[in-house]
């Protein structure tokens, strides 16, 4: 059972581990503090001492706390997802450098690499690794889902734009799946039913032909990118479709635990600009 600390007792508990630690981090979700304390010992290596993360529980209360940080007082790095700003490529909130945006709609983007699937098949399904490759297929797996799904992100960034009130991304994947055989993947159908009514939306809250503008810049955009699938939501779409495929091939795994062993696992390259932020606020470089 974890240990709860109330919520008045913030102050303290940062205080207890200042020694402890050459930097302090902040991230959005609370009882994802060992999570990400896990990972970011990962990144950074010998290189900078954690002890504790401290959650703010929602990316407006992370902006919040690096605006009105002493960066004199305490040296402190904050943690925000890209989400539909990433989408949109809109500057961060922000210009401190004590402000990390992730160079992706959020952290579960940046976990899903082919090492870290094949690692979990190898040890899952006892196979080696060429198995475990040929398991996944994982290019023309990620190809598959980067096609149907940076459609439907554009679409969810454009109706973003002209009608922010409108839920797009809590959807989930869920909905957009069918059934083959006894296992869930996209449907492409239901996708393509999903963009035309979320661009209904859009529509209806704008001229027609400055949203079919907006939405094709939007998706060519996204498709330019290095990694077109960061533009698309990895814990609500790209994670529990990946969990889907790994039942699929008898890997029965929990969202959970696959999201804990992708981190003790991926490819750590895709943080290289986190790690140079975080050495830059440690090492005692200029804040703003």
């Known amino acids: 059972m974890k240990?709860?600390?109330?919520?008045?007792?913030?102050?303290?508990?940062?205080?207890?581990?200042?020694?402890?630690?050459?930097?302090?981090?902040y991230?959005?979700?609370?009882?994802?503090?060992?999570?990400?304390?896990?990972?970011?010992?990962?990144?950074?290596?010998?290189q900078i001492k954690i002890a504790k993360v401290f959650a703010k529980n929602g990316r407006s209360n992370v902006i919040s706390a690096c605006l009105a940080h002493d960066h004199n007082a305490r040296r402190a790095v904050f943690l925000i997802d890209g989400d539909l700003e990433f989408v949109k490529a809109l500057p961060k909130p922000c210009n401190s450098t004590a402000l990390h945006r992730l160079d992706a709609y959020c952290i579960e983007n940046m976990l899903i690499c082919q090492q870290a699937i094949a690692k979990i098949l190898m040890e899952e399904l006892?196979?080696?690794?060429?198995?475990?490759?040929?398991?996944?297929?994982?290019?023309?797996?990620?190809?598959?889902?980067?096609?149907?799904?940076?459609?439907?992100?554009?679409?969810?960034?454009?109706?973003?734009?002209?009608?922010?009130?409108?839920?797009?991304?809590?959807?989930?994947?869920?909905?957009?799946?069918?059934?083959?055989?006894?296992?869930?993947?996209?449907?492409?159908?239901?996708v393509k039913t999903k963009i035309n009514e979320v661009l209904g939306l859009a529509y209806q809250a704008g001229n027609r032909e400055?949203?079919?503008?907006?939405?094709?810049?939007?998706?060519?955009?996204?498709?330019?990118?290095?990694y077109p699938h960061r533009s698309v939501s990895g814990k609500d779409f790209i994670l529990p479709l990946l969990l889907f495929k790994l039942q699929s091939i008898n890997c029965k795994i929990t969202y959970k635990t696959l999201r804990r062993r992708l981190a003790s696992s991926c490819d750590l390259s895709a943080f290289e600009r986190l790690k140079a932020d975080t050495l830059h606020v440690a090492g005692g470089g200029a804040v703003r």
């Open 3 to 25: 240990l709860a600390w109330p919520s008045r007792a913030f102050g303290t508990i940062r205080k207890m581990f200042e020694p402890l630690q050459d930097v302090d981090f």
């Open 27 to 46: 991230v959005e979700d609370k009882g994802d503090e060992t999570f990400y304390k896990n990972l970011l010992s990962r990144i950074l290596g010998d």
């Open 126 to 190: 006892d196979a080696d690794l060429e198995t475990a490759n040929n398991l996944i297929s994982f290019t023309q797996w990620m190809s598959e889902l980067e096609n149907s799904l940076t459609a439907l992100f554009a679409a969810f960034a454009v109706l973003n734009i002209f009608d922010p009130t409108k839920a797009t991304v809590s959807i989930g994947a869920g909905p957009l799946c069918k059934q083959l055989g006894r296992h869930s993947v996209l449907c492409e159908d239901k």
């Open 210 to 226: 400055q949203v079919d503008l907006l939405y094709n810049t939007m998706l060519n955009r996204i498709l330019s990118r290095e």
